[in-house]
Each structure stands twice: as C-alpha cells, then as structure tokens.
C-alpha cells in the first residue's frame, strides 16, 4: 500500500461506542474516538475503495472481530483537538439534514455516517473528520437512557396501613387484611447507632 491520504465517507452505520466528550489517554496519547459496527456495507465499500479482500486485524488497524454478543467493529481516532488542548471533540458534526448539531455528541447505539480520512501504510489506519448523526437514541445525550413514561399508567398508591382491630390493638392479628404498623420506639430509647447508615 501507498502512504497517501484519501476521505472516505462510511455508510450509515451503528455506534457501538464513543468517547467525545473527553478524549481516551492511552500510552501518553489523547485521542477522541467512535468504534462503528463493521457492516457488509461498510467492508465493501472499503474493499472497492482501497482494496482489500475484508477488513480484518491484518488489513485495518484498531479492527476489534466480532465476539460473542458484540459486533466486528473498528475505532476511528483523532488528535486533531487533543493538540490544541480541547476536552470536547469538536470536530464537524451534523444532523441527518446536514446542518450543524451542537448540543449532543453521538454514543453507543446511534445511527450514523462518519467522514474519514485513511492512510495506507502496512494497514489502512481511519482518522474521524465529521460525523453526521442519522438517527439518535436514549441511550446517549438527552435522557440519558431513561424510557419516556408520561403515557403509561401512574403507579397506584400504596394501600394504607390499616389500624388494628379490637381484638389485637397493639399487634395485629392473622385475622386481619393488615397487620397494625410497628409503634415507633420512644424517643429516649431511639439509638442512632443502631442506624444501618
């Protein structure tokens, strides 16, 4: 292979992992990265594009296979804003208009199409240029993975304690729908060292 520099453009793609907001230290190095699902898509078109037969650990660098529950996948990095001492990647990011998104960063799940520079040296090596987000989920930015509830159900209250019946005041008894609530200890025999927390 050549040392030359071409952009590429992925197909939509899957998130399966981001760190933007801070950049990754490994061996002294600060790089932003997104891992990207390795589709039939995406491997031929990189193999038209430069010419390899599949995208393997051999032919691709930062190339993860698949394993077991987990997807084959390969890590797209950059120092580009490490260098000028950014936390935040703050690369060309847009939405699937192609207009700029400036209050969310793509995470694990999301839909997306990464612009790429790659090298060809002994592997092909990708470098992040642009992410467009094509399709956002839960699980990154907004609400953080919580469901949206407002249309289900609320959650009935709690069915109240029920005072014990005159047969068993102080305790209640087997006969009863509710057992009488446990009186409180008398302030004098309270020990906050008793307390699990």
Not at 54 to 61: D, G, L, N, P, R
Not at 72 to 79: F, G, I, M, N
Not at 93 to 114: A, C, F, M
Not at 116 to 138: A, D, Y
Request: aromatic letters at 8%; a negative charge; proline letters at 8%.
């Amino acid at each position: 292979m050549s040392n030359k520099r071409n952009e590429f453009y992925s197909p939509a793609v899957r998130c399966t992992w981001a760190n933007l907001a801070r950049p990754d230290e490994f061996r002294g190095s600060k790089k932003h990265t997104i891992q990207i699902e390795v589709t039939p898509e995406l491997e031929k078109k990189v193999a038209e594009q430069f010419g390899i037969a599949s995208m393997t650990k051999e032919t691709v660098a930062g190339f993860l296979p698949a394993k077991g529950d987990y997807p084959a996948a390969v890590t797209v990095k950059t120092t580009e804003f490490t260098k000028k001492n950014e936390e935040k990647w703050a690369g060309n990011l847009v939405d699937i208009k192609g207009q700029p998104l400036t209050d969310y960063l793509p995470g694990s799940g999301d839909t997306v199409r990464v612009k790429i520079w790659v090298t060809e040296n002994e592997k092909l090596s990708f470098w992040l240029n642009g992410i467009q987000v094509l399709e956002q989920t839960q699980s990154s930015g907004g609400a953080g993975g919580w469901e949206d509830m407002s249309g289900d159900e609320p959650v009935p209250a709690a069915a109240p304690v029920k005072e014990a019946c005159a047969e068993c005041p102080s305790a209640g008894c087997d006969d009863c729908p509710t057992p009488a609530a446990p009186e409180a200890p008398a302030a004098d025999k309270a020990d906050s060292a008793d307390l699990p927390f």
